[in-house]
């Protein structure tokens, strides 16, 4: 006799196969499998109290305030814990009632739908990228003479260049290419000056490789002409609030966009109170306008990648909290990417400089592909990408046996 662990549904049916179950069986038993907790926050007393009782009645549960049953509190936040089966069930029962119930039923059902896609179909401007079989590797370029982990070894263009050839030899899917430089205390450059910086260096890349190029900019016209010189991902590290003209832009190039969870500016992220109520769920929520900026805009959803922004406005503990619940993000049903090469909160860990962080960089590229990163971005690429090639099969590990 022992316990086993069942990660999603998928596992669950096949373990049932293996078993013998009837096929019906076996597409009524895996969502009872999987245990799941859904937190809404700040509901009114009412709304609380009519959950929890839903909850009970089919043999599940939900946490709420303790003053909520004799509304001696104005809002309760309220933790529901059940099986997939029986969330879908409470989802069901309320999604015709009043009081805005209907609409917490809705976002329920999304929320259900989309931790559980295993799989997505990623679309820039030039193809169709899968993303999910395997974690993808993007590979950094940074063109600035002050970047925090190169010191500007690639400033020039050819040598840049040459780092960006070399990346695709050891197995990048994507190059990011950035004209400047983000890291704590530094200041934003001119238009121009970025244009020619990174302009030369997309253009030379484009004609030699056939992987993605992806340009890391705020800038709207940035990112503009970096897709007309060939690139064809916009990663902007302000999620669309840096440039009011990027949304329109990512919608008219039709390029693919990476939005990234930033408090402040580069300039002044690490500067104050870093203090969050709820770090994944302001995390989240600030992807979810963003994303939803971009949607309006007439951005499509295949075209979308999230990023947490570790290291953006965040202490070191906060980024490992992160890394160890990443898996948060799926609600928001969008891959993710998540950047930790070389970072200084892993160097508080391990000591030494930039590039002597290669194994503490190793560990948290593996924590996050186990908690569901699709995208990797990172600087050694030869070592990541069989990082990534080993806990990938890990991951999938029970496809492998099947």
Not at 371 to 384: E, F, L, P, Q, W
């Amino acid at each position: 006799m022992r316990t086993i662990k069942i990660n999603n549904p998928e596992e669950a049916s096949a373990i049932f196969r293996k078993i013998g179950v009837d096929p019906y069986g076996i597409d009524a038993m895996a969502r009872k499998t999987i245990n799941i907790n859904i937190l809404l926050e700040k509901q009114p007393c009412k709304i609380a109290n009519i959950i929890k009782q839903e909850m009970l009645s089919i043999g599940a549960d939900a946490a709420v305030a303790r003053g909520s049953v004799a509304c001696s509190v104005p809002m309760s936040d309220i933790l529901m814990m059940g099986t997939v089966k029986q969330i879908l069930t409470l989802a069901k029962k309320i999604e015709k009632q009043p009081f805005g119930l209907n609409l917490i039923a809705r976002e329920i059902f999304e929320i259900l739908n989309n931790i559980y896609q295993s799989e997505y179909v990623w679309k820039t401007s030039r193809r169709k990228i899968t993303l999910g079989r395997k974690t993808m590797v993007m590979g950094i370029l940074n063109v600035t003479p002050d970047s925090f982990s190169d010191s500007g070894l690639f400033y020039s263009p050819q040598k840049a260049i040459e780092h960006g050839l070399a990346m695709e030899d050891e197995g990048a899917d994507i190059i990011d290419i950035g004209g400047e430089s983000t890291r704590p205390g530094s200041r934003s450059v001119g238009v121009k000056i970025e244009l020619k910086r990174v302009l030369p260096v997309i253009e030379g890349l484009a004609k030699k490789i056939k992987i993605p190029i992806s340009i890391d900019t705020k800038k709207a016209e940035v990112a503009r002409l970096a897709v007309d010189f060939g690139a064809e991902i916009i990663n902007d590290i302000s999620a669309l609030n840096g440039d009011k003209n990027m949304a329109e832009t990512i919608r008219k190039t039709r390029a693919a966009a990476i939005l990234m969870h930033m408090r402040g500016k580069p300039k002044n992220m690490q500067k104050g109170s870093l203090a969050y109520d709820n770090l994944m769920g302001e995390i989240t929520d600030y992807l979810k306008h963003s994303s939803k900026k971009a949607l309006n805009a007439g951005v499509e959803k295949d075209c979308i990648v999230i990023d947490p922004g570790i290291g953006f406005g965040k202490t070191p503990e906060d980024n490992y909290k992160i890394i160890k619940n990443l898996s948060e993000l799926k609600a928001l049903g969008m891959p993710v990417l998540i950047g930790t090469s070389r970072k200084s909160f892993i160097g508080k860990i391990t000591g030494g400089k930039p590039d002597d962080r290669m194994e503490g960089t190793a560990a948290t590229v593996v924590a996050a592909i186990m908690n569901g990163c699709h995208i990797i971005r990172v600087h050694d690429v030869k070592a990541m990408k069989k990082v990534a090639a080993v806990t990938d099969a890990i991951v999938h590990a029970w496809q492998v046996a099947q």
